[in-house]
């Protein structure tokens, strides 16, 4: 008999609910730690872990899975900005925490109250750190300096270096603790320029490096592997690597991808987060007639169709309409019709046994079946992230072990 799903949830609420597994966030942060430090290095220190937990934890809980990682030995956690690092430490974060994206003039007294860690990416944020550790009193204040090595966002070129050591040689309350970059492409293995760039931006990243040391600037850790050159390029791994928040997040590029998949049997990830409905209404649907908005879907037989508790206000993906499925009782139920904003039509007709009240599983494990996210997001044209983060605040996040 196929598996039929249940909910943890007792208390009756509206039915859609994100399980979010804290043991398998646990297994891949192991995982990870153990891939990027070989035994055959006989490394007298272990590679750095920077958990990525920005947009709340990728859709995951920041504060939550942060507060997990960090009790499993997480080394430091990267967040986009101030208020993101203040709800890590409200939560009772302890450990170091990096805002990647760096701060806004005026945020510079909140983030060193908060003992966060700020990233520099224009020689003029400089003076206003300066200044707000100056006022504070105490120990210098620490930052990373980004370095803008071909992604032409967020950084300094290379060419700046020099300017950027006579500043920070003005600057006594500040330490420089730790330089990075980021890779544009680091998922693409192709004969191209975006193939190339990988190692193009290391070598900027490097002479970068080597010129702040002989300019008698120590940079302190040095971390420049994302998620993407984690799993598939250990020739860019440094003092710190920077797995995710679930150790997931490959770049768009990042697929069909040999490599990728060779490390991936290696790594032995775990899914972290299921994305759950229940169906609320069964309808029996005579073939010709449409189905949801615009009636883009007309069964050519009788059908059978449930209706989910979720919509792509929840973050059940709009574009997964006539081309996604979910898992009901262990089985595809293909999404059909528009996905509204509440609610969504699956088409249950040959699941055996259907009911209302039944769990579907829109990414995520149901039993032994596994719907993968990052699959989800690659049969329409996006990233795992991109599903991930826009899982709703009204969903509620239940943790599991």
């Not at 939550?64 to 993101?84: N, Y």
């Not at 020739?235 to 995710?244: F, I, K, Q």
């Not at 615009?294 to 081309?323: C, M």
């Not at 262990?330 to 969504?344: C, E, N, R, W």
């Amino acid at each position: 008999m196929p598996s039929k799903q249940k909910s943890p949830r007792n208390e009756a609420r509206r039915p859609v609910w994100a399980e979010v597994s804290l043991g398998a966030l646990v297994h891949n942060l192991a995982a990870i730690r153990h891939y990027v430090n070989p035994p055959e290095e006989k490394r007298k220190a272990p590679r750095k872990i920077l958990s990525i937990v920005k947009g709340n934890g990728y859709g995951h809980g920041g504060p939550q899975v942060a507060k997990a990682l960090e009790k499993a030995g997480s080394d430091w956690f990267g967040v986009t900005c101030t208020d993101e690092g203040m709800a890590l430490r409200e939560a009772g974060v302890r450990k170091p925490i990096l805002l990647l994206t760096g701060f806004v003039a005026g945020e510079e007294a909140r983030l060193l109250k908060h003992d966060l860690t700020a990233v520099v990416h224009r020689c003029d944020q400089l003076p206003l750190l300066e200044r707000a550790a100056a006022r504070r009193g105490g120990k210098p204040a620490c930052f990373h300096l980004k370095i803008d090595t071909g992604m032409n966002r967020l950084g300094i070129a290379p060419s700046d270096i020099d300017c950027f050591a006579r500043q920070v040689g003005k600057c006594r309350h500040l330490q420089l603790t730790g330089i990075f970059s980021h890779f544009a492409s680091s998922g693409v293995f192709t004969d191209t320029a975006a193939g190339k760039q990988t190692q193009e931006q290391e070598e900027r990243f490097y002479a970068a490096l080597d010129r702040l040391r002989v300019l008698g600037i120590d940079p302190g850790l040095v971390h420049l592997a994302n998620s993407a050159a984690i799993v598939s390029r250990p020739e860019t791994w440094a003092d710190m690597v920077r797995p995710g928040a679930i150790l997931y997040g490959y770049h768009p590029g990042y697929d069909p991808m040999e490599k990728r998949e060779e490390a991936e049997r290696l790594l032995s990830l775990n899914p972290v987060m299921s994305l759950r409905s229940k169906i609320i209404h069964l309808r029996r649907v005579p073939a010709g007639a449409g189905v949801g908005y615009d009636a883009t879907f007309v069964p050519k037989r009788p059908s059978l169709i449930g209706v989910l508790a979720a919509g792509y206000g929840d973050g059940l993906h709009r574009s997964l309409g006539n081309r996604g499925s979910v898992l009901v009782r262990g089985k595809l139920a293909p999404i059909v019709g528009i996905v509204s904003m509440d609610v969504t039509m699956i088409d249950v007709t040959d699941i055996e046994g259907v009911e209302v009240g039944d769990v579907a599983t829109v990414y995520g494990s149901d039993g032994e079946k596994v719907l993968l996210a990052n699959r989800v997001a690659r049969s329409i044209g996006t990233v795992t992230s991109d599903l991930l983060c826009a899982v709703s605040q009204r969903v509620e996040r239940i943790y599991v072990r």
